[in-house]
């Protein structure tokens, strides 16, 4: 796919149809943690003007432990899992109401989805969440996306919502992903080094992921800082899907195509949601250790992981379930979706496909990882 030019990027995203929109905490909620109504405010009027404009937006909102953490009694964002899940639950009805109230203003009605990591790859969740949000879209309404904090695992849970959103961009089929944080653009380096300097155009995410130095969050607040944001906009690009990135009061004009922020070129045709999700979303549960005949097949990029060329296994997992492939050197490979339980796999090391049908039976006669779920890292 030719690189289109930082103004084509532009144009794409003031012509989007369908845009995702992702707020991070740091730009709804005053130095204390409370909510602060105007950000929340002017980011819902920008919104508003894109949706009445005929845009249809979904917005992905963190803030619900942000929103809840005052109201509870804590005197900051509280650090243990549990307690954040609480904050969560009593937060998110209270930036629910505020969105309510804000697009109501308007004449936009909102719709609520709370959504875990595995929603996203259940079959049965992830074509749920499809048909609710394309259904929400049709009717005119403004579907505002969280995390589900109160019931994710601490294992697979996002944690914070850039990832989220880019996986969302993708269950919508997104023409433009927009994310508003509290730093104006992407920067060379931490806005904190004086050395560094704004980056407007970003050609290609792989490589800028190569130059350009980032770090955590830089507010109390926030969750994945630039890293996880670089990553959000590289799905996107790999899907097809430019990305704008910039602070929560530009965010009017990053809606329109004007040039604010760092705009994120698309690198890719659309691919396969599935293969998207397990190289960037999915949390691996185990290894399986490659020889270096597989290793050199896997690395190929169109074989399957055969139990013939698996000498180790580490970690205790279910057929399903995401894993690492190593090579003997302990260097990753891949990560693929495994097809047996982990407690399965020592009695199918090193036998080939004649050899599993006739000791273990045909159930055993498959690859450990098939090839359409093994996504080269
Ligand atoms: N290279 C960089 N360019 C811009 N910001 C960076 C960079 N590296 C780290 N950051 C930090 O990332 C922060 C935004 O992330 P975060 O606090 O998680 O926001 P949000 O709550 O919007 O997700 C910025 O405030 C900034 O301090
Ligand atoms: N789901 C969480 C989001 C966590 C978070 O802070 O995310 P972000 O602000 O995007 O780094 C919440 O609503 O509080």
């Not at 875990?116 to 309404?141: F, K, M, S």
């Not at 996306?145 to 601490?154: F, G, I, P, Q, R």
């Not at 965010?251 to 691919?271: E, I, N, Q, W, Y």
């Not at 698996?310 to 970690?315: I, K, Q, T």
């Amino acid at each position: 796919m030719p690189t289109l030019s930082h103004a084509e990027v532009r144009r794409a995203i003031a012509q989007a149809q369908t845009i995702v929109v992702k707020v991070g905490s740091s730009s709804l909620t005053q130095p204390s943690g409370h909510l602060d109504p105007e950000k929340l405010g002017a980011l819902v009027n920008a919104i508003a003007h894109a949706s009445l404009m005929g845009a249809r937006i979904v917005l992905v909102s963190s803030g619900a432990i942000a929103a809840g953490f005052g109201p509870l009694g804590f005197d900051s964002r509280p650090k243990d899992v549990a307690t954040q899940q609480a904050a969560a639950s009593v937060g998110q009805g209270l930036l629910m109401a505020q969105y309510e109230a804000a697009f109501a203003a308007f004449g936009i009605r909102v719709g609520q989805i709370l959504i875990t990591a595995e929603d996203t790859i259940r079959a049965a969740q992830y074509r749920n969440a499809q048909r609710t949000l394309g259904r929400l879209l049709e009717l005119g309404v403004v579907p505002i996306v969280n995390e589900n904090d109160a019931l994710a695992s601490n294992e697979i849970r996002f944690g914070d919502n850039d990832r989220l959103s880019a996986l969302v961009a993708n269950i919508v089929r997104a023409d433009a992903l927009v994310l508003l944080t509290d730093v104006d653009a992407l920067y060379t380096a931490p806005p904190s080094d004086p050395e560094s300097k704004q980056i407007s155009y970003v050609p290609n995410v792989v490589k800028a992921l190569e130059t350009v130095k980032v770090a955590g969050s830089g507010s109390k607040v926030g969750t994945g800082g630039m890293v996880t944001k670089l990553e959000a906009a590289h799905v996107a690009a790999v899907s097809g899907i430019p990305t704008v990135m910039t602070c929560a009061s530009n965010a009017g004009p990053a809606l329109m195509g004007d040039f604010v922020g760092t705009a994120f070129a698309p690198v890719k045709h659309r691919g396969s949601f599935k293969r998207l999700w397990i190289g960037f979303a999915s949390h691996p549960r185990g290894t399986l250790v490659a020889d270096e005949g597989a290793a050199h097949a896997v690395r190929g990029g169109r074989a399957s992981l055969l139990s013939a060329g698996v000498v180790a296994v580490r970690g205790e997992f279910s057929s399903g379930d995401s894993v690492w492939i190593d090579d003997e050197q302990g260097n990753h490979l891949a990560k693929g979706l495994v097809g047996f339980d982990s407690e399965e796999i020592p009695q199918m090391l090193g036998r080939n496909t004649a050899q599993l049908k006739r000791f273990l039976g045909e159930h055993y006669a498959h690859p450990i990882v098939h090839r359409d779920y093994l996504v080269l890292v």
